[in-house]
C-alpha cells in the first residue's frame, strides 16, 4: 500500500461554466480508520450535475462544499483496511466519499453492493440514488397512468433515461427530448422510446408538437429553461411535473424565462420539486423493484466511463457540454480482492 493518496479539492468557487483551475490535486499521508471505521480504495466516482449548485455558497437543501477541502460524491470502493465488524477486506461498498484514491469512512455510512446482480457500477446508476431519483420523481410526483403520455427532457442522461423506462413499464406513450443526433437513435432503438427530439435543432419547436398530438400528462423535467418552456405550453388538463433538475441553468448568474403560471392554471397541473433524499426511508421498497426490473430485462443501463482520477474534473465539465450517455463516471482503480 502506498504511503501517499491524493484528493481533489475544490478551489475556487466557479463563475459560469467550471474550469480546470477551480480544482486542486492535493497529496496527503495514507490516512488510518479508527474504531468502527474502514480505509476503503476508490474503484469509480460519480459525477452529477447537482454538485454543481454546492460549489456555490448559498443557501441550498445542502450545505455548500468549504474550499479547499476534497469534494465528496458518490463512490464504489473495496476495502482494504478494516477496524469496522460490518466489513473485510475485499468488501465492495458504496456510499459518499471523498473524491479521494483513498478514504476513510464510518461503516454505518456505506453498504456493500451485491455483484451477482450488476456490475458495480450499476449501484453509481440505475441501482444507485440515480436510479432512486427516476423512481419516486415519476412514480411519486408524477403517477403516470397507462395510455397517458410522459415526456421527459435531458433524456439521454442518467436519470432521464432510467425515467423513460420506468414510464414504459407503467404502459405509457414516451417521448424524449435530447441533444444530438446519436442520443435520439440511443432512447428510441436501445431504449425503446416512442419518439425523441433534439433540442438543438431549428425546427424543434414544430418537432415537439409533431410528437404530441395527444400533449403531455406528465412532464418530467430534468433541464428548465426554453426546453421545458416549449413543453409546459403542450399541458393537458391536470398534467404533473416531476422537477428534477435545471442544468440548463446551473452556470448562470442569472436565467430570465417566460411565466409559467398562466399555463400552469389554465391547465390545473401540479409542480413539485424534490430531491431524492425527500424518500430516505421507502429506499428499500424503490431498490427492490429497480433490481427486480433490472435481472427481468425490463431495463438498461449505459455509461460513459472516464479514465484515470486525473480526468475526474474533465469528467465533471463535461456533464454541462453533453458529453455523456447515460451515467458518467471516473474509473479510478482497478479491485484487487475480486
Request: charged share 25%.
Amino acid at each position: 500500500m502506498p504511503s501517499k493518496q491524493r484528493e481533489i479539492h475544490l478551489a475556487n468557487r466557479p463563475e459560469g461554466l467550471p474550469s480546470k483551475e477551480d480544482f486542486e490535486f492535493v497529496e496527503l499521508d495514507m490516512p488510518s480508520p479508527e474504531e468502527n471505521q474502514v480505509l476503503v480504495r476508490t474503484l469509480y466516482l460519480s459525477v452529477d450535475p447537482y454538485m454543481r449548485g454546492r460549489m456555490r455558497d448559498t443557501k441550498s437543501y445542502i450545505a455548500p462544499f468549504p474550499l479547499n477541502k476534497a469534494l465528496i460524491g458518490g463512490a464504489v470502493a473495496e476495502v482494504v483496511e478494516s477496524r469496522s465488524e460490518l466489513f473485510k477486506p475485499g468488501d465492495v461498498v458504496t456510499g459518499y466519499m471523498k473524491w479521494a484514491e483513498y478514504s476513510v469512512v464510518k461503516g454505518e455510512k456505506i453498504r456493500k453492493v451485491d455483484t451477482s446482480i450488476a456490475a458495480v457500477t450499476a449501484y453509481l446508476g440505475i441501482l444507485g440514488m440515480t436510479g432512486l431519483t427516476a423512481y419516486f420523481g415519476l412514480l411519486d410526483i408524477g403517477k403516470p397512468q397507462a395510455g397517458e403520455t410522459v415526456v421527459v427532457s435531458g433524456a439521454a442522461g442518467a436519470v432521464g433515461s432510467a425515467v423513460g423506462q420506468i414510464a414504459k413499464i407503467k404502459g405509457t406513450k414516451v417521448v424524449g427530448i435530447a441533444g444530438s443526433d446519436e442520443k435520439i437513435d440511443f432512447l428510441i432503438n436501445e431504449l425503446g422510446f416512442d419518439h425523441a427530439v433534439n433540442y438543438k435543432k431549428d425546427s424543434f419547436q414544430d418537432n415537439l408538437k409533431a410528437a404530441l398530438p395527444d400533449g403531455v400528462d406528465v412532464y418530467f423535467d430534468n433541464v428548465g429553461g426554453e426546453v421545458s418552456d416549449a413543453v409546459i405550453n403542450l399541458l393537458n388538463k391536470n398534467a404533473r411535473i416531476p422537477l428534477c433538475g435545471a442544468i440548463s441553468s446551473y452556470n448562470k448568474e442569472e436565467d430570465i424565462g417566460p411565466r409559467i403560471q398562466p399555463a400552469l392554471i389554465k391547465t390545473s397541473s401540479l409542480i413539485q420539486g424534490y430531491t431524492v433524499g425527500n424518500y430516505a426511508a421507502e429506499f428499500e421498497k424503490g431498490s427492490a423493484d429497480m433490481a427486480k426490473w433490472l435481472q427481468e430485462g425490463k431495463l438498461k443501463f449505459e455509461e460513459t466511463i472516464v479514465e484515470g482520477f486525473d480526468n475526474t474534473p474533465d469528467a465533471f465539465i463535461g456533464l454541462f457540454e453533453g458529453a455523456n450517455i447515460g451515467k458518467m463516471l471516473v474509473k479510478v482503480a482497478d479491485p484487487e480482492f475480486y
